[in-house]
């Protein structure tokens, strides 16, 4: 059996399976919905940070402009949700190209001019002289789309194609160009590829995944505010659960959000404080004896982690 | 008098400049398909300073460099190593995380598309690491990621290669084996510019060196011609105070 077939078979399918079987058994769909979105993003950061080296620290403002092209199409075009989706993705897209000269810095410098665009996408679209465009800090109200069945299978959709994604990353030669790239840039143009292209491509994709789940986040909710679009929580938990899980892989960030976003939901909720301390914890140990994540356990002894 | 062949490579008048501090100051030179070209000269001379310009790190701020009579002068990199040249760095530059293997199928990837694929299992054997190509690139010792350097940089098929600095930190049973190596790529046609502090392995491989100080050539013949020229005598023992 082909590598890139075992590991649809090993780590896409039953994520894929539960996320859509869920429902029908458990009825705390936003929850699910919830953990859908996390699963998206942690691999939408693990396209960029982990095959290709930046740390997106501003990755929300893709998911964002993903939430407000959708609403503003619905809003201002009377747009059905699919057209709406696509102008979200679009919207992502066009905040990636213009964040492209981005790419030029990197570690520490990258990741603090990322969120620092992140915050000012923010505060364009919060800012109250544009609440006719925008609805400004009054946030938006999309109740004519309402379709919480079609959004949340829709999130399931674009989840398993991102998974299949990295699927394709973790096994082919674009995937490996990627990575030559993370570990050393002047030697991956010397070994012919492309360099900015390569990265410009992957910049994008994780920009398109990102827009795309914050357009379906923003048609299952159908109500929210610019700070919870904007919130820069979803940035650092998909960061850390695609940390946690293991970069570069397709298990590790399903490892990490199923872990970690669990624990959140059994304790974050109902005891803060005791989360914060155990998140804490946890986040240290991991950085110092485990830092390429949980799935390298297994990679060192040979395992052929999907 | 004869007529020369093409050169492969011609450099005339190159100019780099770092602020005020001219670290290449009109070199000319050129390259014939398979000879090798020693590049020699004292501490700050120029030498890898010319091959990052001729591989595309930096930008010449004048003059020209032709490969086979095309202008590459600016061109980027990965271009640069699509027309056929590529080199080894002075300090090893491995993909860390990607085993041995990996790093040179990466370059096998993107190689001239013209002719032959190159074999990666036959370039690792040929520089002694098939033995690690399951290992994490990071786990070799400095002198088999020297090798990987140059394995990778085989892996593109490339006209031209230019070599930083390969021979530092290798044992003389090494020294020889590298050497011939490098002797049987120009015998296969390959230019080599090879850039190097130990005299005796330029000795060993080079048919022909140029002297570079200050970011000038100050000479150009066989390395036996070179020793006794005045000029490089001067620039690296320093000149006689005496006279």
Same mark, same amino acid.
């Not at chain 2, 007529?3 to 501090?21: I, Y």
């Not at chain 2, 021979?167 to 049973?173: F, S």
């Given at each position: ?10 780590? /896409? ?53 993903? #939430? ?49 665009? @992140? ?25 004519? /789309?309402?379709?919480?069945?079609? @959004? ?17 990353? +973790? ?15 002047? @030697? ?51 960061? /850390? ?6 970069? #570069?892989?397709? @298990? ?46 297994? +990679? ?7 | ?8 490579? %011609? ?18 030179? =050129? ?8 590049? $020699? ?33 600016? &061109?980027?990199? =990965? ?18 995380? &990607? ?10 990837? =993107? ?11 036959? $370039?690792?054997?040929? &520089?002694?690491?098939?033995?690690? !190509? ?25 006209? &031209? *290669? ?14 020889? %084996? ?14 080599? *510019?090879?850039?190097? =502090? ?9 048919? %022909? ?14 390395? !036996? ?19």
């Amino acid at each position: 059996m082909p590598r890139s077939l075992r590991h649809l078979l090993l780590a /896409v399918l039953p994520v894929t399976l539960a996320a859509s079987l869920l429902p029908a058994v458990y009825s705390n769909q936003l929850l699910l919905f919830n953990f859908v979105v996390f699963l998206t993003l942690a691999q939408g950061v693990n396209v960029i940070y982990g095959f290709t080296g930046y740390l997106p620290f501003g990755y929300v403002g893709f998911f964002g402009a993903g #939430a407000y092209g959708f609403s503003l199409c619905v809003i201002h075009l009377h747009a059905a949700p699919p057209l709406a989706l696509a102008a979200g993705s679009l919207a992502a897209i066009l905040l990636g190209l213009l964040l492209t000269p981005l790419l030029r810095l990197s570690g520490a410098y990258f990741a603090i001019a990322n969120l620092a665009a @992140s915050l000012a996408l923010y505060q364009v679209i919060s800012n109250p002289n544009l609440t006719d465009i925008t609805k400004g800090p009054y946030g938006i109200t999309l109740s004519g /789309v309402y379709q919480p069945a079609l @959004s949340y299978g829709t999130a399931v959709a674009i989840m398993t194609a991102t998974l299949a994604l990295t699927v394709f990353l +973790r096994n082919s030669n674009f995937g490996l160009s990627l990575q030559a790239i993370r570990e050393d840039a002047v @030697s991956a143009a010397m070994a012919g590829i492309d360099v900015v292209r390569a990265r410009t491509t992957a910049w994008l994709l994780s920009a398109l995944i990102a827009g795309l789940i914050g357009a379906d986040f923003a048609w299952y909710v159908s109500v929210f505010y610019p700070d919870t679009v904007f919130s820069p929580e979803f940035s650092i938990f998909a960061i /850390v659960f695609a940390l946690f899980g293991g970069v #570069a892989t397709v @298990s590790g960030p399903v490892l990490g959000v199923l872990l970690l976003y669990g624990i959140y939901n059994v304790i974050g909720i109902s005891t803060p404080q005791y989360f914060q301390l155990i998140y804490g914890l946890l986040i240290m140990l991991l950085v110092l004896f485990l830092p390429n994540g949980v799935v390298s356990l297994m +990679r060192k002894r040979g395992i052929d982690v999907p | 008098m004869s007529p020369e062949p093409a050169p492969l490579l %011609r450099v005339a008048g190159l100019v780099k400049r770092f602020g005020a501090f001219r670290a290449l100051d009109g070199v000319s030179f =050129h390259v014939q398909p398979g000879e090798i070209l020693g590049l $020699v000269g004292p501490n700050g001379s120029g030498k890898t300073t010319c091959i990052n310009v001729v591989t595309g790190l930096y930008a010449p701020d004048g003059g020209e460099v032709l490969f086979e009579g095309a202008p590459i002068g600016g &061109l980027a990199s =990965h271009r640069i190593v699509h027309r056929g040249i590529n080199r080894t760095f002075q300090v090893p530059k491995p993909f860390l995380t &990607l085993t041995v293997r990996e790093n040179v199928v990466v370059a096998a990837n =993107h190689a001239r598309r013209d002719g032959a694929a190159v074999g990666v299992d036959e $370039v690792l054997a040929s &520089l002694g690491l098939e033995a690690h !190509a399951a290992k994490p690139a990071a786990e070799l010792n400095s002198v088999q990621q020297k090798m990987l350097d140059l394995a990778r940089a085989l892996a593109t098929r490339p006209r &031209l *290669l230019c070599v930083d600095e390969l021979a530092a930190g290798l044992n003389p049973g090494e020294l020889d %084996r590298i050497a011939e190596r490098l002797r049987a790529l120009a015998r296969s046609g390959m230019a080599l *510019l090879v850039v190097e =502090h130990l005299m005796g392995f330029i000795d060993q491989v080079t048919d %022909r060196v140029i002297v570079l100080n200050s970011g000038k050539e100050i000479f150009e013949g066989t390395l !036996a011609a070179a020793v006794q020229d005045k000029r490089v005598v001067e620039v690296f023992l320093g000149a006689d105070d005496g006279s």
